[in-house]
């Protein structure tokens, strides 16, 4: 386990080692939510690394990472927790057999944490160990809106209410970490319980260094023309722009291919790996690649 970092650079340097480049907006969200334990709701455009930034930190700060991903009809049996149905009836089999006394004795405790199956929200709130975890909330604008009232009272106090047990607080809370990529709006109510930033592309030289550090083996010369053509092809209006994941799928295709420099060829034959739409690649004419690789040179 590692303490938690004293300073922006510090929270920069511990992602960084574990090869997450972050700007000097997001490093210093990260220190503020650590230093004052509030959630961190990251928002952008998907690919752009909010999830990696989960999986980054807990593993720089020597955490569990807990990870609960978000859908449509996302509801607490599968976010928070449930009862354990089959158990429960199982115990009260058991215990008609064994007659009136045991029944009696068994009804106060068919709704107590013997009979309580975790799911990762009440996970957070009651792991064990040297450290709180890490918990992943990943993609909530996924969600239906009326689980994020479910949530306002764990993020305000790191809390859940139980009706049959009773409140559950963290004797530590847990590392909060919540991602949108604004499909809908989350409502303000939520935001203003966590601190937030907006996750944006990185500007080239950053994306030369996430390269650098996430496919090592991609020559400097590639590695610069990769980055410059992924930043002028997001200026293009596509459905749905490459994300830095995109990009470094396309620099390891490109590696697998035996690429050493970046043509019109190369492209086209990667670049499904950069692109995820049809519309996008048949926007992605031959006079475009020409266009953007005179650009990028």
């Not at 004293?6 to 090869?19: D, I, K, M």
């Not at 490093?27 to 989960?54: H, N, Q, Y």
């Not at 490109?254 to 690429?259: D, F, K, P, V």
Request: proline share 5%; with cysteine.
């Amino acid at each position: 386990m590692t303490d938690s970092p004293n300073s922006v650079e510090q929270a920069r340097g511990l992602l960084a080692a574990q090869n997450y480049i972050a700007g000097q907006r997001l490093a210093a969200a990260v220190f503020l939510a650590l230093s004052l334990k509030r959630p961190l709701f990251l928002e952008g455009e998907a690919g752009v690394g909010k999830t990696e930034l989960a999986r980054a930190l807990a593993a720089a700060l020597g955490r569990r990472l807990i990870r609960l991903q978000c859908h449509e009809g996302l509801d607490l049996a599968g976010a928070a927790y449930e009862w354990n149905h089959a158990r429960q009836i199982l115990a009260i089999r058991l215990a008609e057999a064994g007659g009136s006394q045991s029944v009696k004795d068994l009804s106060s405790g068919l709704y107590s944490r013997e009979f309580l199956i975790e799911r990762p929200l009440l996970e957070a709130l009651t792991a064990t160990g040297d450290a709180p975890p890490v918990l992943l909330v990943d993609e909530l604008d996924r969600a239906d809106e009326p689980f994020e009232a479910y949530l306002l009272e764990f993020l305000a106090d790191f809390r859940m209410s139980i009706p049959e047990l009773g409140a559950i607080k963290a004797e530590e809370p847990p590392i909060v970490i919540l991602t949108s990529n604004r499909t809908r709006e989350v409502h303000d109510a939520l935001k203003r319980r966590c601190l937030y930033c907006w996750v944006d592309y990185p500007t080239r030289p950053a994306e030369e260094r996430i390269l650098a550090v996430r496919v090592p083996r991609l020559p400097e010369a590639l590695r610069a023309k990769v980055a410059a053509f992924a930043q002028a092809l997001r200026k293009e209006g596509l459905f749905k722009a490459p994300g830095v994941s995109e990009t470094l799928d396309w620099a390891e295709a490109l590696m697998a291919m035996g690429a050493h420099d970046l043509d019109a060829e190369s492209v086209s034959q990667t670049l499904g790996a950069l692109l995820k739409y049809q519309e996008d690649l048949g926007a992605v004419d031959n006079s475009m690649v020409e266009r953007l690789l005179a650009a990028s040179a």
